[in-house]
């Protein structure tokens, strides 16, 4: 079993940044961040191996986000720069055991409870 706590959002002028971070427990998981937007299907943002080889971003924030992870706190982060009013939404943190960075919500076995990003323009 695999609990993700997310912690970082909150509201930030257009133009700012935010750091996301997400704590697990038990073992180290692929990690992914999608988000989801009132009234809209949650979409990927960011995907990264349990082994930091390879990544994967969203059209919509590549040069703008970076993720990364420490494994040794078993943490996995969102950097968020040049954030834009259209980045408003909850951040959900995701876990998967599957090969590869995973870019489909049903790859994903475990998920937190999300953290609210609000970008004012």
């Known amino acids: 079993q695999v609990q993700l706590v997310e912690s970082g959002g909150g509201l930030v002028q257009a133009g700012g940044s935010l750091r996301l971070s997400c704590a697990a427990s038990?073992?180290?998981?692929?990690k992914g961040w999608f988000r989801q937007a009132p009234g809209k299907e949650r979409e990927f943002v960011a995907a990264i191996t349990w082994n930091s080889y390879s990544t994967d971003y969203a059209d919509s924030v590549k040069g703008r986000f970076t993720i990364s992870r420490d494994n040794a706190k078993n943490t996995v982060y969102l950097q968020m720069n040049s954030l834009k009013p259209e980045d408003t939404a909850v951040y959900y943190c995701?876990?998967?055991?599957?090969?590869?960075?995973?870019?489909?919500?049903?790859?994903?076995?475990?998920w937190g409870q999300g953290t609210q990003v609000t970008v004012a323009s």
């Open positions: 995701a876990a998967n055991g599957r090969v590869g960075p995973r870019s489909l919500p049903y790859d994903y076995d475990y």
């Open positions: 038990g073992r180290t998981f692929n």
